[in-house]
């Protein structure tokens, strides 16, 4: 199977429903920069859920600060991600406000620390060491690959986490 195939059907099928999303007119820019994170997330953890699960020759998976070996635990890992990821992209372009801004910020600020701040770190640390690996097939390295990542699994983050907290605490605010 190919599998980049089908996360770009998925990511697709995510995509449109984001758009739909959009089109209602009821997003704010902070969280329209967190839904694209989160949208862009979830497209790059799309596939890993189901190849963990029925691909005897997957590697295994590594999303920042955590990692899985075969099977499973890739399934629960990648699907974690992968739902938190698709859930928060839909809520964060749908709303300004709401109790369900906080699944964003819990989403977003985990993200921030998984990712974001291993992602900081390495960029200070060597910041040709960050490599974005999508399979077996493409790989981005060096400079290029901490550029990208900073401002894809790092801004979009640290703007969500902030902007959903405010909005959540602002709607459960007594009048």
Do not use: K
């Not at 635990?73 to 109790?99: K, N």
Request: proline share 5%.
């Amino acid at each position: 199977m190919n599998w980049g195939l089908f996360a770009l059907a998925v990511t697709a099928v995510i995509t449109l429903l984001w758009i739909l999303q959009l089109r209602h007119g009821r997003w704010s820019w902070p969280g329209l920069v967190a839904s694209i994170g989160c949208l862009i997330t979830a497209g790059f953890n799309s596939a890993a859920p189901f190849r963990g699960a029925i691909d005897p020759d997957y590697v295994g998976y590594g999303f920042g600060l955590v990692s899985a070996d075969r099977g499973l635990s890739v399934t629960l890992l990648a699907g974690t991600v992968f739902v938190a990821a698709t859930a928060s992209a839909l809520i964060a372009v749908g709303r300004r406000a709401g109790r369900p801004l906080w699944i964003v910020a819990a989403t977003c600020a985990a993200f921030t620390v998984i990712v974001g701040l291993s992602t900081l770190t390495t960029a200070i640390r060597d910041p040709a060491a960050n490599v974005i690996q999508f399979g077996e097939y493409l790989t981005v390295p060096g400079l290029v690959g901490t550029a990208i990542l900073l401002l894809l699994m790092l801004v979009p983050f640290v703007v969500g986490t902030l902007w959903a907290t405010r909005a959540a605490l602002r709607s459960e605010a007594p009048a």
